[in-house]
């Protein structure tokens, strides 16, 4: 049994038999926003939100959902998917690890950033990546009465139905979140479903000149699930680990695997499985 904080421990005593099962989601340097956009909607949330940008096979820099949607407000046209190149849109704040890392320095950074995302050489030759998603694995075997009444409250960010999508887009990026929930719902949109109806019904915007005045109600919402008991961190990291759009609701908290990651520095969790 572990007695210390798990963040004290590195990546590889957390992650023994996975830590490098994830392989990165690659695009070249120099490839349109309308193909990144594209990538995103088919892994978005699935087990990365985030693909790696690559000049000449060496990773310079990250591109996600979060990327895409920034750029939306300056130029909400079919320009920006035809004929920007993900270069114009990625950061190159990414961090890359070892097996040693320990899980605080790799939450400390996220933390920074705000990306949960980091790449870590594999036995490849090459690279694999760990994501928000990865790192409920670490709490799934939490042995823990930590619950999610132990999480620390926030404000819900909401919508109503008369918001168009441009008021989506600038809630999400003015409280720095991904997903808005729907007033007094458990329904919400976040970016994987507004990147899926620009990559589906409208075509990456082409023949689309309103985009920002389109209403929210036009677009799909994804549903929460709501759960009536105050379960423990490993069992929450369980049901979040299995869902499509990993998000949970407990009376007026709302639960993501970015909450999970942020528990895991609670020097409260000392026994691991």
Known sequence: MVKQPISNLSLDELLPDSLTSTLCVN???????????????????SFTDTVVVRDKDKPVGIAGGKHVIQKLVDNPTSDLFDNTNVEDIMTTKF???????????LLDFWKQTRIAFAIIPNEFSDYSELSARKLLEIGMRCKTDVS???????KLV???????IGNIINSMLEHGTRRL???GT?????DRIILEKIAGDLKYLRGTD????????????????????DLPISEVSKLLYKMEHPYIVYGKRVVSPWDICLC?????LTEYE
């Open 27 to 45: 695009i070249e340097k120099g490839t349109k926003i309308w193909v990144v956009t594209g990538m995103l909607v088919q892994y978005l949330e």
């Open 95 to 105: 961090i890359k690890i070892s097996k040693r890392t320990k899980l605080r320095e």
């Open 148 to 154: 999610v009444c132990d999480l620390p409250e926030k």
């Open 158 to 164: 909401t919508f109503t139905k008369d918001f168009t």
């Open 181 to 183: 929930l729907l007033e």
């Open 186 to 190: 458990t329904k919400f949109i976040n």
């Open 210 to 229: 309103n985009f920002l005045n389109i209403p929210v109600s036009d677009f799909p919402f994804g549903e929460a699930k709501e759960i009536s008991e």
């Open 264 to 268: 895991l520095l609670s020097d409260k």
